[in-house]
């Protein structure tokens, strides 16, 4: 793919080079959310190297690099960047993220440049759920990024809310937690699962992970259905907190999928998180665009 001016005068849109980095982590970091790390080099790589795999297909693998392109200014300093890929047998592409500090017609520059890219395939996803990390929530947070929705949804893009996303500070001295559960190490998410037993089955447990700048993550907290309404969330949730805080955490996040939960458990996870202190940051949003005539041919060799 080669550079192209962009209809901004002064502007190209062209791919990502090395000395590119620096401006696109700061894009990165401008919309950044309480709790999320700051975007480092060595993850920027990660993501720009490593070949992302296609879940959902049974019995075959595809897998497909990360594009990613910057729009720049008339000094050639990215002022948006955009990260997209398509697996080619499946016809299903996927844009990553979109940064140009919520500047309306960078956006549209660079969600037309995605949209052409990704020509051929039919169905094209934007902002899918996925854990928070180094490079974003798990989705688009719909309020602090309006302009980003609104020019997902004046290019053909249909969104919903899959979760919100919730932080809690932790203070600097916390006192010990009771211990309830077992600890264990795990490898995925790297972190530590807490397990409750009674009578020698688990009945409630938590997924938590140290992230790098103090940060940490709550990935997974369930209790059995026929154990609930007796404390062991909270039990296990306050030993986790105590656990992070002893690892040197200052901030949690956490994803509530409440797209996924009945509404009543939806309100007893959401007041259990507030007891603590958690409070709603923004809701996560997920983008489908679908075309309605037949696909181009894929002419990105």
């Not at 052409?116 to 854990?131: G, K, N, Q, T, Y």
């Amino acid at each position: 793919m080669t550079s192209s001016p962009s209809p901004e005068s002064g502007t190209t849109l062209r791919p990502l080079r090395p000395q590119d980095v620096p401006g696109v982590r700061e894009l990165i970091d401008a919309d950044r959310l309480p709790g999320q790390p700051h975007c480092v080099p060595e993850k920027l790589a990660a993501v720009w190297q490593r070949p992302v795999p296609l879940v959902g297909l049974v019995g075959r693998e595809m897998t497909a690099r990360p594009q990613i392109s910057v729009l720049t200014d008339s000094r050639d300093r990215p002022c948006g960047t955009v990260a997209y890929l398509s697996w080619a047998d499946a016809r299903t592409g996927l844009i990553c993220w979109i940064h140009a500090h919520e500047d309306r017609s960078t956006l549209r520059a660079l969600i037309g440049h995605a949209l052409s890219a990704l020509a051929h395939c039919p169905r094209i996803e934007a902002f899918v759920s996925a854990p928070p990390g180094a490079l974003g929530p798990g989705g688009l947070p719909r309020t602090r990024r309006r302009a980003t929705h609104d020019a997902l949804v004046q290019t053909g893009f249909t969104g919903r809310c899959q979760g919100c996303y919730m932080h809690l500070g932790l203070p600097a001295e916390q006192p010990p937690g009771k211990v309830f559960a077992d600890v264990f190490p795990c490898d995925f998410p790297p972190g530590h699962r807490l397990i409750i037993r009674e009578d020698g089955e688990p009945v409630a447990e938590a997924v938590v992970s140290m992230g790098p700048d103090r940060t940490a993550t709550l990935y997974w907290l369930e209790t059995t259905p026929a154990r609930r309404r007796r404390g062991l969330g909270r039990k296990v949730l306050g030993q986790a907190l105590a656990l992070l805080a002893e690892q040197g955490a200052g901030e949690v996040a956490l994803v509530l999928d409440d797209a996924q939960r009945p509404t009543s458990q939806e309100q007893a996870a959401t007041r259990l998180f507030r007891s603590f202190g958690f409070a709603v940051v923004d809701e996560l949003w997920t983008y489908q665009h679908r075309r309605s005539g037949p696909p181009r041919p894929d002419t990105d060799a």
